[in-house]
């Protein structure tokens, strides 16, 4: 009998597929330091972003036939070196685009709006300034209109890029593979509308846009940093969702204090779990702890395929 470990957590309809299959699933974590004993047990491993399955762990593990990320990255797990030992490593890139993406637009119409700095200070003001953080938030603006740039168009890009055609903006997609097609709005009653996108070059979307969004593996260096910032528009927007470390944070800092990046929406974060204390506190940033795939769909949709990817594979 196969035995999978879900150190971080399987969608019960995904335990539930597995369970039919013939499959036993365990849920209850295992400490890091803990999990090269405890895989011992097992045929295979399911992670999010908190479990770390790097080169040590695998070598003390060669009953391990595969490993499931729920998600899209994988930079917590050391892909190559486990294909080249035989374990399968897969992940559910689709499951969650559209729930990044919708948190996108939280950010960016938290921002365009003050909610990020109202939500603080009404508590504690609203009694007695009221008048006066009303004048203070009273310049938002639409996002009809402007221009969102996006950087990294693969799924949970064209997610954001369709939210965003949806809502009457115009969209500028860099990739390091070009796009040239068509985004489809699904609308009610069945009627989809097809809209041609195409990629430009990084400098056309960093100089161009009045809201950038980030979507990209992690990288070696910062995508955005003072350079970058430098070549973007008074008052743009950033908003990361997609990795900590894409952005140089203290460059974004930087940028906010001086005017040149009017807000920020950030869900990831350098130093994960433990964020920059001036992140943290500054009234320009938008704010949430790294839960872009966190809704119930996106979790549902994400166990029930990973389920059927860990059953495709024991069953070949």
Known sequence: MIKILANDGIDPIGKALL???GFVVDTETVPQDQLAEALKNYDGITVRSATKVRQELLDQVPNIKLIGRGGVGMDNIDVEYARSKGIAVVNTPAASSLSVAE???????????????AN?????????????????????????????GIIGFGRIGRETATVALGLGMNVLAYDLFPFDGNL?????????VPIPVKTVSLDEVIANSDFISLH???????????????????????????RGGTI?????????????????????????????????????????PHIGAATNEAQERIGAELASLIIEHFNK
């Open 216 to 242: 990209t593996p992690f990288a070696d260096r910062p995508i955005l940093g003072a350079e970058e910032f430098a070549k973007m528009k008074d008052g743009v927007a950033v908003v990361n969702c997609s």
């Open 248 to 288: 140089d944070e203290a460059a974004l800092i930087a940028a906010l204090d001086s005017g040149k990046v009017s807000f920020a929406g950030l869900d990831v974060f350098d130093n994960e779990p433990t964020p920059n204390e001036a992140i943290l506190a500054h009234p320009k940033i938008s704010l949430t």
């Open 103 to 117: 948190l996108v637009f939280a950010h960016l119409f938290t921002g365009v709006r003050f909610l990020q700095d």
């Open 120 to 148: 603080r200070k009404m508590p504690a003001e609203g009694a007695t300034k009221f008048n006066a953080l009303k004048k203070a938030y009273a310049k938002g603006i639409e996002l009809r209109g402007k221009t969102i």
């Open 19 to 21: 369970e039919k299959a």
């Open 184 to 192: 489809t709005l699904n609308l009610q009653g069945g009627i989809q």
